[in-house]
């Protein structure tokens, strides 16, 4: 049993250290490129992840909302939640507007419908502008 976790112990510490790296933003690696760290955690198996987690990567609270597996290096997110977003607030109300206006739109044709259908019951003769 010992001995299975004399090997167990640095894979399992190698596996996690490689995700983590590849998972890191490429900002947040440091003194080395990421493809620097990946080669470093895969080839030096005992000693690589354990340089990787101590000096390899910033560890802080990422600013701006951003998660550890944001894979767009230069992608920058102003907005948290879209209710946030004044852009995305100004197309939805001009898409309420646009909702409106069809709907009055509806409204009036069954209005107008229905007129029609009155006169026809009462035995009046449609309007000229009738279907």
């Known amino acids: 049993m010992f001995r299975a976790l004399i090997y167990l112990l640095p894979l399992a510490l190698t ?7 590849l998972n890191t933003p490429e900002d ?3 003194h080395l490129p990421k493809i620097a760290w990946v080669f470093i955690i895969l ?3 005992i000693v690589g992840p354990i340089v ?7 560890r802080h609270a990422p600013a701006g909302g951003r998660t550890p597996s944001e894979w767009h290096r230069n992608h ?5 939640a879209p209710d946030d977003n ?11 507007k646009k909702d409106e206006s069809l709907l009055k739109d509806w409204e009036a044709d069954l209005r107008r419908r229905e007129e029609e259908l009155k006169r026809r019951e009462n035995g009046e003769s449609p ?5």
């Not at 309007?127 to 279907?131: K, L, N, Q, T, Y």
């Open 127 to 131: 309007s000229p502008s009738g279907e």
């Open 15 to 21: 596996i996690y250290a490689f995700i983590d790296c």
């Open 86 to 96: 004044p852009d995305f607030l100004k197309a939805l109300k001009e898409e309420n």
């Open 52 to 58: 990787w987690l101590a000096a390899g990567k910033m």
């Open 43 to 45: 080839l030096f198996w």
């Open 28 to 30: 947040e690696a440091k």
């Open 76 to 80: 920058r997110s102003e907005w948290v």
